[in-house]
Structures are given as C-alpha cells and as structure tokens.
Antibody, heavy 123, light 106 residues
C-alpha cells in the first residue's frame, strides 16, 4: 500500500523560507521509474504543479517559481523535501506531494497523493 | 507553459445523467492527459491516465477520450458520490499544468 504524508509549518512569515517534507511508504525512490512531485492549491483555486524529482535524481521545476524552489530526496529515510524561499501571502495554499509513475509509456500520472498540508503566509 | 482549458467551469446534473467535461491543450500533447477527481477537503484522486486508461479501482462509468489537443471525460451515469470537482492535467512536458477545474453539482 502506497502512502504519502506531508509535514511542515502551518504558519510562515513573509520573506521566510518554507521547508516541507514528504514521507512515503510502499515504494522506493531507488526503484527505476518512480518519481515524486509537489503540487499546491490556494484556497478555492486550481491545482498548481511545483516540482518533480526522479529515481535517478533528475529534477524539474515550475518555470514561474524555479528561482525559489529546491527539491531533494533522502532515499534512506524515504523522504522528499521541498523548500520555497521568500514566502509571500500569495503562497498560502495546501501543499500536496504525490507519487508519479515515470518513464516511457507511463504517461506520468500522479497516482497516489498525500492528504496535504495547509500553509498560511502571514505576519 | 502548455495552457489547459476546461469547460464548463461548473455544471448542474442529476443522478443518472450522462456528463461530459472537456479539456483543451494550447498545443498537441499526444495522449499525455490525466484526469483527477477532488472532493471538498480531500486530495485529488487519479481517475484516467494516458487520456483513456482507467486507473485501477475506478468505476467503469468513468471514461476518457481524445488525442492531440482535445480531450473529454465522461461519466456515463452520475452517482451521488460523483459530485465533486474534476481537473485535467498534461504530463507531456514540464512544467506540468492543470486545467482550472469543473465543479459537478446537483
């Protein structure tokens, strides 16, 4: 059974750096064609894809947030970490991590999601 | 970025109705189109991947079609548990992008 769980602060001050951790089980990021993505959703709005990290450590980012985002993995802990610098109130959102089936012929679906964590940016 | 446009943004339907939601990409994405269902306060759930492949465990009343730039999600007979918001997503090229969502209401 695949499970993912996001953890991190619920409240962040403007200009601070957000660090979120995705802890997962039921799969390994050392296995070929396994990837993890981060997605966020402002209250009442659409989903926004943020970043992806692959089993081979390839990384991909949202173009609009690329200068502020970093994704990394710790395979020994089954964790993926996302950092977002210089937080602003417009970054207030529920942040999700999701497993991705990657590689040729998979169509890269986000097939398992964490429950999400709401991050509010306010002074 | 590839833009994804869903229509309608919301619709009202009754139990038993056939419902179709469309999604258009700003450029060809071949079959790299996935559909998700999201209920209030919950994470999205994968329904369809590769435009037309049904994710394991998803009821067969859900189906997807299309290729290139135009896609659709059809619910053949709407059930009470299907009232939710539906999102399309292109996975053809990063940055991946989602449609704005279609809310299916009673």
């Amino acid at each position: 059974q695949v499970t993912l769980r996001e953890s991190g602060p619920a409240l962040v001050r403007p200009t601070q750096t957000l660090t979120l951790t995705c802890t997962f089980s039921g799969f390994s990021l050392t296995t070929a064609k396994m990837c993890v993505s981060w997605i966020r959703q402002p209250p009442g709005k659409a989903l926004e894809w943020l970043a992806r990290i692959d089993w081979d450590d390839d990384k991909y980012y949202s173009l609009s947030l690329k200068t502020r985002l970093t994704i990394s993995k710790d395979t020994s802990k089954n964790q993926v970490v996302l950092t977002l610098t210089n937080m602003d109130p417009v970054d207030t959102a529920t942040y999700y991590c999701a497993r991705v089936r990657c590689g040729s012929g998979t169509y890269y679906p986000l097939d398992s999601w964490g429950q999400g964590t709401l991050v509010t940016v306010s002074s | 970025d590839i833009q994804m446009t869903q229509s309608p943004s919301s619709l009202s339907a009754s139990v038993g109705d056939r419902v179709t939601i469309t999604c258009r990409a700003s450029q060809s994405i071949n079959n790299y189109l996935n559909w998700y269902q999201q209920k209030p306060g919950k994470a999205p759930n994968l329904l369809i991947y590769g435009a037309s492949s049904l994710q394991s465990g998803v009821p067969s009343r859900f189906s997807g079609s299309g290729s290139g730039t135009d896609f659709s999600l059809t619910i053949s007979s709407l059930q009470p548990e299907d009232f939710a918001t539906y999102f399309c997503q292109q996975s053809y090229s990063t940055p991946w992008t989602f449609g704005q969502g279609t809310k299916v209401e009673i």
